[in-house]
Structures are given as structure tokens and as C-alpha cells.
Nanobody
Framework: QVQFVESGGGLVQAGDSLRLSCAAS????????MGWFRQAPGKEREFVAA????????YYPDSVKGRFTISRDNAKNMAYLQMNGLKPEDTALYYC??????????????????WGQGTQVTVSS
């Protein structure tokens, strides 16, 4: 079992930056890829970023590529999402999760388990 606690969200203006943190408990954290997803009101949860077990490989959708950076520190059981150049459309509740089912692609939510409670990011124009 793994539990996640996300933090670092807040209210910022367009163009600002935020760094989200994801604290994991449990022994399986370093054994699996993990990802960040977000969900805006009235919308489905969508993929934001993923990182391989070692941290060597990262994946982003076009909507955040070049602005967001995912990283992890397995020694500390931590993952991060650096978000630069924030836009109002980035407003959402952000979650981290562990990818336990490798049959799915990194961007497919069905492969992820152990969701945290999320941290709210609000970007004003």
C-alpha cells in the first residue's frame, strides 16, 4: 500500500510558477512509475505528467510540455511538479498517483492507483 499527500497548490496569477510536492509512504514508491493528473470542475481527470521508476524518463501532454517538469527523489519518497508559465486553463485539483499496471500507457489513468486528496491550483488572468 502507498499513500500520497499532495501540497504546494495555491492562487497565483497567469505567468507565475508553482511547485507541487507529493509525499509518499510505503515501500513500493520507488518500484513504480508515477504520475500527476488534474481535474477541473465539470471535467474528467486528465494526464499532466509521468516519470519512470528511476526518473530517467518523463512524459507530458502537449498542453503542458515545455512549461511543467516532473521529478522524483526515491530516497525521500517524494515527487514534484514544477509548473512555470501558468495559465488560467491550468486551474484544477492536482493529484499524484502510482502506476501499478504497466499494461496501460503512462498517460492512461486506468493504470494508476493510490490517489492522494489533491492540491488546488487556481490561476487568475
Amino acid at each position: 500500500q502507498v499513500q500520497f499527500v499532495e501540497s504546494g497548490g495555491g492562487l497565483v496569477q497567469a505567468g507565475d510558477s508553482l511547485r507541487l510536492s507529493c509525499a509518499a509512504s510505503g515501500r513500493t514508491f520507488s518500484n513504480a512509475a508515477m504520475g500527476w493528473f488534474r481535474q477541473a470542475p465539470g471535467k474528467e481527470r486528465e494526464f499532466v505528467a509521468a516519470i519512470s521508476r528511476s526518473g530517467a524518463d518523463t512524459y507530458y501532454p502537449d498542453s503542458v510540455k515545455g512549461r511543467f517538469t516532473i521529478s522524483r527523489d526515491n530516497a525521500k519518497n517524494m515527487a514534484y511538479l514544477q509548473m512555470n508559465g501558468l495559465k488560467p486553463e491550468d486551474t484544477a485539483l492536482y493529484y499524484c498517483a502510482l502506476q501499478l499496471n504497466r499494461l496501460f500507457s503512462f498517460s492512461d489513468i486506468r493504470g494508476y492507483n493510490f490517489w492522494g486528496q489533491g492540491t488546488q491550483v487556481t490561476v487568475s488572468s
